[in-house]
């Protein structure tokens, strides 16, 4: 039987480093902010409706979408990111449930579903356990600040978007705590694969 693994955690929480990990054993990965760029590419229906949206200033010279362009019209301004979201979502959605039930017909024991935002948007109903990466908040925003180059103010502004960690937390089946070492992190992931007879 396959297992659905919903993978979460707050923004610069170190969530890619536990999904590289389970990748490392083989576990397949359906990432969602990769798919999100997917559904976007130049070509693609989500593309072209989102240049029939915002126009073609949201485009660079060479076709792509231009993210930080479009960044700055709806961050903050949440009529404009529902507009995006009513594009992408369904997108997003529709490639994520076909490519969990190609890797179900390929009788993968664990299937990783990699979601920032698995419980705001609902994925954690697609997952049979869902684990969550949490490192603390102050910790959290010098990772933000030093990844992103952002001030301490736009850090705290893009953190405070998402469901706070006490919310996440109680849904989640599984913690696993990231403020330690690389190595302390990998332990804890090998100890859950192990107790569930994944290794």
């Known amino acids: 039987?396959?297992?659905?693994?919903?993978?979460t955690g707050g923004i610069a929480s170190g969530k890619s480093t536990v999904s590289r990990y389970l990748n490392e054993f083989g576990?397949?990965?359906?990432?969602?902010?990769?798919?999100a760029r997917e559904v976007v590419e130049p070509g693609t229906i989500g593309l072209q409706q989102i240049i029939a949206t915002f126009s073609e200033a949201v485009l660079k010279a060479d076709g792509h979408l231009n993210r930080q362009y479009l960044g700055r019209i709806v961050f903050?301004?949440?009529?404009?990111?529902?507009?995006?979201?009513?594009?992408?979502?369904?997108?997003?959605?529709?490639?994520?449930?076909?490519?969990?039930?190609?890797?179900?017909?390929?009788?993968?024991?664990?299937?990783?579903l990699d979601v920032p935002l698995m419980f705001e948007t609902?994925?954690?109903?697609?997952?049979?356990?869902?684990?969550l990466v949490e490192i603390p908040k102050e910790l959290?925003?010098?990772?933000?600040?030093?990844?992103?180059?952002?001030?301490?103010?736009a850090a705290l502004a893009r953190i405070n978007?998402?469901?706070?960690?006490?919310?996440?937390?109680?849904?989640?089946?599984?913690v696993i705590d990231n403020s330690g070492t690389v190595a302390q992190t990998k332990q804890q992931m090998?100890?859950?694969?192990?107790?569930n007879h994944f290794v």
């Not at 995006?84 to 529709?94: C, G, H, M, Q, V």
């Not at 609902?122 to 684990?131: Q, S």
């Not at 959290?140 to 103010?153: E, F, G, H, N, S």
């Open 1 to 7: 039987m396959t297992v659905i693994l919903g993978l």
């Open 122 to 131: 609902g994925y954690d109903k697609l997952t049979d356990v869902t684990l």
């Open 140 to 153: 959290q925003l010098q990772r933000l600040m030093r990844r992103d180059q952002l001030t301490y103010t």
């Open 27 to 35: 576990f397949p990965v359906v990432d969602a902010d990769i798919i």
């Open 76 to 112: 903050g301004q949440s009529k404009e990111l529902a507009k995006l979201t009513k594009i992408t979502a369904p997108l997003i959605r529709e490639t994520i449930t076909k490519r969990l039930q190609l890797l179900k017909e390929k009788k993968a024991s664990l299937i990783v």
């Open 190 to 195: 090998l100890d859950f694969l192990k107790q």
């Open 161 to 174: 978007t998402q469901w706070p960690l006490a919310k996440k937390r109680a849904l989640a089946d599984v």
